[in-house]
């Protein structure tokens, strides 16, 4: 569309320049005629004024407007001397018309401007030899004039020593003919510029639409999620038939289906990179699940059996400290690997109002130094999914309001059951007045490992893996998980389908 507009408007200042150019030579050419018609009705007075005398002009007598062919609307003023002869026109039907005395003044005016030239230039001519008085002519003035009836071309010469003539013509049939004609060629131009431009419109949009595929072929693949898991662009590729190189549109065609080839490869190589990673860290979490169950019971086992110092003592519930760590380690990846293979979760009604009631009592219990505020509805909140993932979820939120932020912080820990368009939604908000979340932490704040710097006590060991797992079974139960945060406030929401919600994993 944009060229097309570019080449309508490149043939608008073409037509403009061509009509302006046409008024200008075809009003030059109207007003050529006008003067040549001027120039006959002066000769043809001249004749009639020398008629019969080689002495001087014939002033008395006749008017020279009777003579044949003198035009309508001609206008003619004599004067001789200081006396004005014939000052008068030719009306619409032939008849003679005085002059009103400001046209006299004007055209008195120009008498004595055209003696005065002619004087001047007989005191130039006198100096010249013969041959170059040949080519030297009287004086003629062409002017035009703006009399009572209207505006007039006119010629104005010496006829006799102290004698001359003005003759002249209305301009007001020129005028008329100029604006026909104006009206005509900006008329033909408009109708020239519409119509080229429908045509130019409709062979650029033809010749375009072959490109215009291939632009719409690139576009859908833009919008192709290529992170989102496994994704083919082989239905995204360009027809055969515009993706011929020999031409611009066969070149583009042919390197964007190159380059969809390249992503498709690059993608399925990337998906079977994943798939083997999510493959070894499961089988790895599995595999490590059994040695340190071992480590706990021999380390507990020995705290039971074995007399041992008050050093060896603290030893010993260090490594069962850190093999629990590891354990919840082991579990955490296991769990995000699971969840990475899109392995069916085990649906079940859940009441999550009572894993919040639970998970609430079990952070009060580890953080003391906090206030907890809790607002639960009376009637169970039920939604659809895995009772274990769900208690995770929320022992995730919870945990981290508590490693980070200080002491004294309030959390309020909300339930809510919303409905809008028939469609149940179950919303868990988990706000605290904590100094908030690092903006630069942000945009990758539910990725893996990802670690605040603010943790209130490092020793609890956050991995950096709990809103990860937040996020992952907020998903796999058709839900989502999002951050507001700022200085004084800071909210999590986990928004999750109710309990037989078209949107929940059931309709998976």
Not at 354 to 369: C, F, N, Y
Not at 411 to 423: H, I, K, P, S, T
Request: charged share 25%; hydrophobic share 45%; net charge negative.
């Amino acid at each position: 569309m944009r060229t097309a507009a570019g080449v309508v408007a490149l043939l608008a200042v073409v037509l403009s320049v061509f009509t302006l150019t046409s008024l200008a030579l075809t009003g030059r050419t109207v007003d050529a005629q006008v003067v040549q018609r001027v120039d006959q009705a002066w000769d043809r007075t001249y004749n009639f004024l020398w008629r019969g005398s080689r002495d001087a002009p014939a002033f008395t007598g006749r008017s020279p407007l009777d003579a044949s062919g003198q035009p309508e609307g001609m206008l003619l003023f004599l004067t001789s001397g200081n006396q004005v002869h014939q000052a008068a026109r030719l009306d619409a039907n032939g008849n003679e018309v005085e002059l009103s005395a400001p046209d006299v003044e004007k055209l008195a005016a120009l008498v004595d401007e055209t003696l005065r030239a002619q004087q001047a230039q007989d005191a130039r001519v006198e100096s010249l030899s013969e041959e170059e008085r040949e080519g030297v002519f009287d004086v003629q003035m062409i002017r035009t004039l703006n009399l009572d009836e209207g505006q007039f071309f006119v010629h104005s010469e010496v006829v006799d020593d102290d004698g001359a003539a003005v003759v002249g013509l209305p301009t007001l049939a020129v005028d008329k003919t100029k604006a026909n004609l104006a009206r005509v060629q900006v008329l033909g131009s408009l109708a020239a510029l519409v119509l080229g431009g429908l045509l130019c419109w409709w062979w650029i949009r033809r010749s375009l639409r072959p490109l215009g595929e291939v632009s719409q072929a690139a576009a859908r693949v833009a919008d192709v999620p290529m992170g989102s898991g496994e994704v083919s662009l082989a239905k995204y590729r360009v027809r055969r038939e515009l993706a011929e190189p020999g031409n611009e549109v066969g070149d583009v065609g042919f390197a964007l289906n190159q380059l969809i080839g390249s992503v498709d490869v690059a993608i399925e190589q990337r998906n079977r990179s994943e798939q083997r990673l999510r493959t070894f860290v499961a089988d790895a979490s599995h595999e490590l699940r059994t040695p340190l169950a071992a480590v706990r019971g021999y380390a507990e086992m020995i705290r039971l059996t074995e007399p041992l110092t008050d050093r060896g003592q603290d030893a010993l519930g260090r490594v069962l400290q850190q093999s629990d760590r590891m354990g919840s380690l082991v579990e955490d990846l296991l769990l995000l690997a699971r969840l990475d293979a899109g392995r069916e979760i085990r649906r079940g009604e859940v009441d999550l109002g009572e894993l919040v009631m639970d998970a609430v009592m079990d952070a009060t219990a580890a953080g003391r130094d906090h206030h907890w505020t809790v607002d639960v509805p009376e009637e169970p909140v039920t939604v659809l999914g895995d009772r274990q993932q769900l208690a995770q979820l929320v022992a995730n939120l919870l945990g981290n309001a508590r490693k980070h932020t200080p002491d004294g912080t309030t959390v309020l820990v909300r339930l809510q059951q919303e409905v809008a368009d028939g469609v149940g939604t179950v919303r868990l908000t988990v706000q605290d007045d904590g100094p908030g979340i690092d903006p630069q932490l942000m945009p990758g704040l539910f990725d893996r490992f990802v670690r605040g710097d603010t943790a209130r006590a490092a020793r609890e060991g956050s991995t950096g893996l709990g809103l990860s797992i937040v996020r992952s079974v907020a998903h796999a139960h058709g839900g989502e998980a999002t951050v507001e945060s700022a200085p004084g406030r800071t909210v999590f929401t986990v928004a999750l389908p109710a309990s037989g919600s078209p949107e929940g994993p059931e309709a998976a």
